[in-house]
């Protein structure tokens, strides 16, 4: 079994909720077990600012397949609830994101783990330190901790009352 951190992400059509969703899909995932879920957190728009502000959060599992059908079967989940992309970091009623997946390194048009904007989004790092620990170290990249501090300028609000798991 291998560690593996996803990203959820959503700023319309009621996006709490939408998180919830996708929570619920990925737990039911075959060869993906939960370990654990970040609170959820709300953070400006990245992109285009014309938009809502996101809400986000992080889970781990431990995964037993490969990295491209776990791109796939979460693809596959965001087109199942509907979403369109419509613009480059537009909008969006749920988002994906394979993160981490152990100590696996790809490079490939459609994927890159680990995920190359980790370390330019405190709404990432912030969740993945929730559940992993600020001395969590991603592939290539120095620990958590560290990336949270050269990101301190950025915004980002805990959501209370808000659980996903």
């Keep these: ?11 319309i059509d009621a996006p709490i909720e939408r998180l919830a969703e996708a929570y619920a899909h990925v737990s039911k995932m075959a060869d993906f077990s939960v370990l654990d879920v970040s609170p959820i957190y709300q953070s400006p728009p990245m992109g285009p600012e014309d938009q809502p502000p996101y809400f986000n959060a992080v889970l781990s ?18 087109a199942s609830m509907g979403r369109v992309k419509t613009r480059h970091w537009g909008e969006r009623c749920i988002d994906l994101d394979v993160i981490q997946l152990g100590d696996c390194v790809v490079h490939l048009p459609s994927l890159q783990i680990p995920h190359p904007g980790l370390r330019s ?16 170290r991603v592939p ?18 805990l959501c209370p009352n808000t659980a996903l798991g």
Excluded: C, W
Excluded at 1 to 11: E, H, P, R, Y
Excluded at 140 to 148: C, I, V
């Design 61 to 78: 599992g431990e995964y037993t397949g490969e990295p491209l059908p776990l791109l796939r079967a979460l693809q596959k989940i965001e």
């Design 140 to 157: 290539g990249l120095p620990e958590l901790g560290t990336l949270r501090e050269a990101l301190s300028d950025d915004t980002l609000t």
């Design 1 to 11: 079994m291998t560690l593996a951190v996803i990203a959820l992400g959503a700023n």
């Design 121 to 136: 989004r405190l709404f990432v790092v912030q969740p993945m330190i929730d559940i992993l620990g600020a001395d969590h």
